[in-house]
């Protein structure tokens, strides 16, 4: 399904958020808390948006790694350009089993993609244990509002609007499966206790653009605690 959207996929977000996606990854960029030298991993990328801030930040002499399971969307982000300063490189990978060694990297980040993972348990314990004592996680995703009128709103445009979208981009499967995942995500609270259960610590996090979009973060506590 996301090699078949790929092409769409830029486009879309734009369409879908009024380009306020960007700002979204710039806030999930702050609470990485990294700068010049540090090494990141953002997880399932996609088309590399996050990945690419994160090289701004780590620039210069830093290193941000961009993994992802969809070829047609590494394709694309290989296309983007590379801020200076900084190593930025895509590659394939399965979110359950990240290739990399334990605590390789400062931060650990997903945009948008926490919901795709088929065992989130397992997802978030590989963010975190390829993150050093010390470092953080971040989760960068849609949740649904809970109060009128903005909860009305969600739902007309989750529900109707951006299937219909997808359709006109010609994969209404795609853009139905989008509002679906949402729902069957977990409220932000039980994600914050799902962020615990993977063994992280100081774990907060952040309702943006009305409640629709919600960005968890968290330390990986130092060995033994």
Known sequence: M??????????????????LHHRWRER???LARVGPGSRVLDVATGTGDLAVELARRVSPGGEVVGSDF?????????CKPKPAGA???????????????????????VGFGARNFSDLA???????????????VVVLEFTSPTRAPLSLFYRLWFDRIVPLLGALAGDSDAYTYLPNSVKRFPAPAGLAAELERAGLREI?????????????????????I
């Not at 996301?2 to 380009?19: E, K």
């Open 2 to 19: 996301f090699d078949r959207i790929a092409g769409v996929y830029d486009l879309l977000n734009s369409v879908m958020t009024a380009g």
């Open 28 to 30: 999930a960029s702050d």
């Open 70 to 78: 969809s070829e047609a969307m590494l394709e694309r982000a290989r």
């Open 87 to 109: 190593d930025l490189r895509f590659e394939w990978g399965d979110a359950l089993d990240l290739p990399f060694e334990d605590g390789a990297f400062d931060a650990a980040t």
């Open 122 to 136: 397992r997802g978030l314990a590989e963010m975190v244990r390829v993150v050093r004592p010390g470092g953080r």
């Open 204 to 224: 907060g996090y952040l309702l943006t653009a009305g409640g629709i979009v919600v960005i968890h973060h968290g330390t990986v506590p130092p060995e033994g």
